[in-house]
T-cell receptor, first 115, second 113 residues
Framework: DTGVSQDPRHKITKRGQNVTFRCDPI?????LYWYRQTLGQGPEFLTY????????KSRLLSDRFSAERPKGSFSTLEIQRTEQGDSAMYLC?????????????FGSGTQLSVL | GESVGLHLPTLSVQEGDNSIINCAYS??????FIWYKQESGKGPQFIID?????DKRQGQRVTVLLNKTVKHLSLQIAATQPGDSAVYFC????????????FGAGTRLFVKA
């Protein structure tokens, strides 16, 4: 257990529905990241936060995706009007945020299936 | 990283043998490299890292080698154990573009008892 928790572990939804995932990072970590991983691929960067500020978003992140970290602690990732192509594992990671190069601590992910 | 679709490169080794997993990275501007291990149903877990001003770094049973000339990274696992069976990813941080970590394609390691 890395100390990063994600909820729910699994989510099955119908196409067109909205879904929201939650990530609780390690408490003293300032940076929080969202990644998406499909079968047989490495994790794909989506976005990251330094405290409550969202500093970067991938071009892959369509306007149906929105992430927040309102108090600089937990974060939520919402997908609106889900599509079958959104089916993937959504991983959250955190890091201390003390330097330029840091290792990431990942949660176990939320597996999304869009029917 | 390169996409390998649904078919991850696979390495099968006998328990007790040494394993070598290779990775080619794409960005000359990258200055920090990390190897992660991912077991089934879990997120990636940090194994070892190396900065671009080094060419070798050793951990407990793992060694990472960096060849910047050909943009190649390798992970060596000594005396491979069944618990080492997992997918291994190399990852890089670029000097520019913020603090995001970019993952390469993984390699699945099978350890035969």
């Amino acid at each position: 257990d890395t100390g990063v928790s994600q909820d729910p572990r699994h989510k099955i939804t119908k196409r067109g529905q909205n879904v929201t995932f939650r990530c609780d990072p390690i408490s003293e970590h300032n940076r929080l990241y969202w990644y998406r991983q499909t079968l047989g691929q490495g994790p794909e960067f989506l976005t990251y936060f330094q405290n409550e500020a969202q500093l970067e978003k991938s071009r892959l992140l369509s306007d149906r995706f929105s992430a927040e970290r309102p108090k600089g602690s937990f974060s939520t990732l919402e997908i609106q009007r889900t599509e079958q192509g959104d089916s993937a594992m959504y991983l959250c990671a955190s890091s201390l945020g003390a330097g330029e190069n840091e290792k990431l601590f990942f949660g176990s992910g939320t597996q999304l299936s869009v029917l | 990283g390169e996409s390998v679709g649904l078919h991850l490169p696979t390495l099968s080794v006998q328990e007790g043998d040494n394993s070598i997993i290779n990775c080619a990275y794409s960005n000359s501007a990258s200055d920090y490299f990390i190897w992660y291990k991912q077991e089934s149903g879990k997120g990636p877990q940090f194994i070892i890292d190396i900065r671009s001003n080094m060419d070798k770094r050793q951990g407990q049973r793992v060694t990472v080698l960096l060849n910047k000339t050909v943009k190649h990274l390798s992970l060596q696992i000594a005396a491979t154990q069944p618990g080492d069976s997992a997918v291994y990813f190399c990852a890089e941080n670029m000097k520019t573009g913020g603090f995001k970590t970019i993952f390469g394609a993984g390699t699945r390691l099978f350890v035969k008892a």
